[in-house]
């Protein structure tokens, strides 16, 4: 082998590592959300169906439950809408909604054209609720149990996959809610 | 329709790009002087259509389409016009759009200054480019078009990250990106020469002034991140060894190297096969830096648009690219030797020492950088590499090199024996001693090893790099634009060191108790407290200090330091204050309240930090003014240069 062949050999070298690096670099792409363990930072916000109720963290006490956080303008929670409406057809656990940056209007007509999975829904307009919630970008669903701590958030959309694998197992009982 | 009318073009663009990669380099090596024709045409073709690419996705942008996918993704009805345009690049499909751009100017302007080249050869070099190019328009047209439409559109766009709504961040990545591009024209210079199997000094004259025109963007381009860094993340440092900042620093060791190398082979035609070598790998760890900071396979602070599944493909392109060029170095290097030898001492051997530190300086930081994904690839615990690992390695190859840079300088071409001016360089060397010793003991009153050894070489580096240019001037001389450009990258690389041993070893910080209205100085700073006040934001409250500055008896200001407790989660954050003033950087954060109106406050001194950034910028000047130099202009001569300018003409379109 002649000396000039040296930096080919250490390139190929060096491109099974990046390799076995992409196969792995799925996994580090997730952002952990510090709230994980922690208690569900407190809402009260106007309900979107309901202009009497509030919708609130105080009555949601003692119970799981799941945040959804979406919005009309939101590209990826159309796609996610599907699967919400599964969920809440399961009853496994409460969906609600956190209407995020949003007009009301939208947000009516986007339910009366794809159905409402949520039990309730919070309207956040200034986008207050979403910054302590640590929202990066919707749609984002948090996993709350009955102590009110966050147990786990899913960013990006809600699929199958998801709930099968991270929401389910995390759920008090052994859920029969296989759809 | 306009988005569709740019996805066509980008289309066009590849198919015009194949046409430019086929005819140049396949009429070339079949000796087909009519199919060299087409070449011309095409790179112009596909500027055009490049061009109307990026002028469809920047009015989908300034006119808020926010149907289009990207566009719905990175920027939002309220965003001003300025971050609207910059948001292009505010991601990843953009920024490769940003780079096919750039590319299609420099290939352009090569086409267009392919008229001083002998036709065959400057086929073969917009070939390679055009292969480049092809690379990435198929990157972007199959796994990351910017053009997807959304249907329904949204409403509004999700806006474009916030860390990127700051002017100097706006401009940073056009600036890094034509430095990176740059390195692609070397590339293809280095891979014309290969494949034609001739490399001589007429080839490093035509190849210089495109490197150090490419070194130079990179330069500003660096600087400006760092300066970036400094002011925002307001953490009092301005390199952090991030993977993303190493990204961009190592094409500028290994381009630095390049310009070094590609001065030997154009004086005295040696170094040729290390020159090809260094311009394949320049170019390739662009790439590598380009890919490495989007493709998620290195995770940083930075990496804001991490995609790990385009991952596969980048490895693909990368293999074929760097690969490709690395096997055709192996095949032809041999022919490439160089026969002249030159005597130790000589300004050749100067020049190999140059080579060989900036490119071991370039592995240190390769190595840190990629240590972290080979433990993981070897199943090792996670690795995490930092200024303790950086700072000491990278110094060790970096010290000598600046060592030999005020010897090298005047160092003869062949013979091994300096000039007359040896009595010269020692008088500066002890002039920059004794400043060295004045200014530590004199100015700061402490003096370490390294302090002193930096403070030395950077002043000796100054004055052994003006002593030519002085000495011309005196005996009224005309200076080329090369020499100027060289004197003034050396003395920007000599104040960069001044500038960095002073803020590395005189940075002062104290920790103090005050209460409302005590002072404290800290080199020569005096600071007045006067006491907080409460603070309200949007999802926080808080303190706010006031600190009265003041130098001996001139006022300077008032600066507020915050500390924040965000509700939520009870986060306390500390909101230091900055301030510049003449170059020296003033930070005061806020600590504890230590009750009955005391707190405890840090005062931060740094001295000369704003000159890091102009040396670096000087550093970049050089560059410029060197490239420009007339003598790349009239690299023929004028018999030869008449029938091949007519062909190259047919060539250029």
Redesign the interface.
């Known amino acids: 082998m002649?000396r000039?062949?040296l930096?080919?050999a250490l390139?190929?070298l060096?491109?099974?590592?990046?390799?076995?690096?992409?196969r792995?670099?799925?996994e580090?792409?997730i952002i952990v959300s510090?709230?994980v363990g922690?208690a569900a930072?407190g809402f009260a916000l106007p309900s979107l169906t309901d202009a009497h109720q509030r919708v609130s963290s105080q009555e949601l006490k003692g119970r799981w439950y799941l945040l959804n956080v979406w919005g009309?303008?939101?590209?990826e929670c159309r796609a996610e809408h599907s699967m919400l409406m599964q969920v809440g057809h399961a009853g496994v656990i409460p969906l609600i909604g956190l209407d995020w940056k949003d007009?009301d209007d939208?947000a009516l007509e986007w339910l009366a054209q794809l159905g409402n999975p949520y039990q309730a829904i919070g309207v956040d307009h200034d986008g207050?609720t979403a910054?302590?919630?640590?929202v990066y970008?919707?749609p984002e669903t948090f996993l709350v149990n009955t102590q009110g701590v966050v147990v786990y958030k899913l960013v990006g959309p809600l699929t199958r996959e998801s709930w099968t694998r991270e929401i389910l197992p995390r759920l008090p009982r052994p859920a029969s809610a296989g759809f | 329709m306009l988005p569709e009318l740019g996805h066509f073009a980008l289309i066009l663009a590849l198919l015009l790009a194949l046409v430019q990669a086929f005819f140049g380099i396949a009429g070339a090596h079949l000796r087909r002087d009519r199919w060299l024709a087409a070449v011309g045409p095409a790179v112009a073709g596909q500027f055009v259509m490049v061009a109307t690419a990026i002028g469809c996705l920047v009015t989908a942008f300034v006119s808020h389409d926010f149907s289009v996918r990207y566009v719905a993704e990175n920027s939002n009805s309220a965003l001003p016009l300025f971050y609207r345009v910059t948001a292009l690049w505010g991601a990843h499909e953009g920024s490769l759009l940003l780079w096919i751009f750039l590319l299609a100017c420099w290939t352009l302007a090569v086409a267009v200054g392919a008229a001083r080249l002998p036709p065959r050869f400057a086929a073969r070099v917009l070939g390679v480019l055009g292969v480049v190019s092809c690379g990435f328009l198929l990157f972007t047209l199959a796994t990351s078009n910017p053009f997807l439409r959304l249907i329904p559109a949204a409403p509004d766009g999700r806006d474009l990250n916030p860390i990127l709504q700051d002017p100097a961040l706006a401009i940073h990545p056009p600036i890094l990106y034509t430095g990176y591009v740059g390195f692609a024209v070397a590339f293809a210079f280095a891979c014309a020469a290969m494949l034609e199997g001739r490399l001589d000094q007429a080839w490093a004259r035509w190849t210089r002034p495109w490197t150090t025109s490419a070194w130079a963007f990179l330069t500003v381009g660096i600087a400006l991140g760092s300066w970036w860094a400094y002011y925002e993340l307001g953490w009092g440092g301005f390199w952090f060894w991030d993977p993303v900042e190493n990204a961009s620093f190592m094409p500028w060791l290994v381009g630095t190297a390049l310009v070094h190398s590609l001065a030997v082979t154009d004086k005295r035609g040696l170094f040729k096969s290390w020159t090809l070598l260094l311009a394949i790998l320049a170019f390739s760890l662009s790439l590598l830096g380009t890919f490495l900071v989007r493709s998620g396979v290195l995770v940083s602070v930075h990496s804001f648009a991490a995609d790990p599944t385009r991952g596969i493909f980048i490895l693909v392109f990368l293999v074929l690219m760097i690969g490709g060029s690395l096997a055709l170095y192996a095949w032809r290097a041999p022919l490439l030797r160089s026969a002249a030898g030159f005597e130790l001492g000589a300004r050749e051997s100067f020049l190999l020492f140059n080579n060989i530190l900036l490119v071991i300086a370039a592995a240190i930081v390769f190595g840190g950088t990629m240590a972290p994904l080979i433990a993981d690839a070897l199943g090792l615990p996670t690795l995490s590499v930092g200024t303790p690992y950086f700072n000491p390695t990278f110094l060790m190859p970096v010290l000598p090199l600046l060592a030999l840079l005020p010897v090298g300088l005047h160092a003869n071409w062949k013979k091994g024996r300096l000039r007359q001016k040896q009595r010269q360089i020692l008088t500066a060397l002890a002039a920059a001693l004794v400043l060295s010793l004045a200014v530590s003991l004199g100015v700061f009153a402490q003096a370490k090893i390294l302090t002193l050894v930096g403070l030395t070489l950077g002043p000796w580096i100054i004055l052994s790099s003006l002593l030519d240019p002085l000495d011309r001037w005196r005996r009224q001389l005309s200076l080329s634009r090369s020499v100027l450009g060289m004197t003034t990258a050396h003395v920007g690389v000599g104040l960069f060191v001044i500038a960095l041993t002073v803020v590395q070893s005189f940075t002062q910080e104290h920790d103090v108790a005050l209460a409302r209205g005590e002072k404290a100085s800290v080199g020569g700073y005096e600071f007045r407290f006067e006491g907080v006040r409460g603070l309200e934001g949007a999802n926080y409250e808080g303190v706010r200090g006031s600190v009265v500055v003041t130098r001996g008896t001139v006022p300077l200001g008032t600066l507020y330091p915050e500390k924040r407790r965000y509700f939520v989660q009870g986060t306390v954050t500390t909101e230091a204050a900055i301030q510049m003033t003449r170059g020296t950087n003033l930070l005061i954060a806020l600590g504890d309240d230590l009750g009955a109106g005391r707190w405890s406050v840090r005062l931060q001194v740094r001295p000369l930090v704003s000159l890091v950034w102009l040396a670096a910028l000087l550093m970049a000047i050089g560059g410029a003014v060197a490239g420009r130099d007339r003598r790349y202009r009239l690299a023929r001569s004028p018999a030869e240069a008449a029938p091949a300018a007519a062909g190259a003409k047919q060539a250029a379109g």
């Open positions: 002649n000039f062949a930096p080919l390139f190929a060096l491109v099974v590592v990046l390799a076995i690096g992409i792995h670099s799925p580090k792409g510090p709230l922690r930072p009309t303008w939101c590209v007009e939208h207050r910054i302590d919630w640590g970008g919707a």
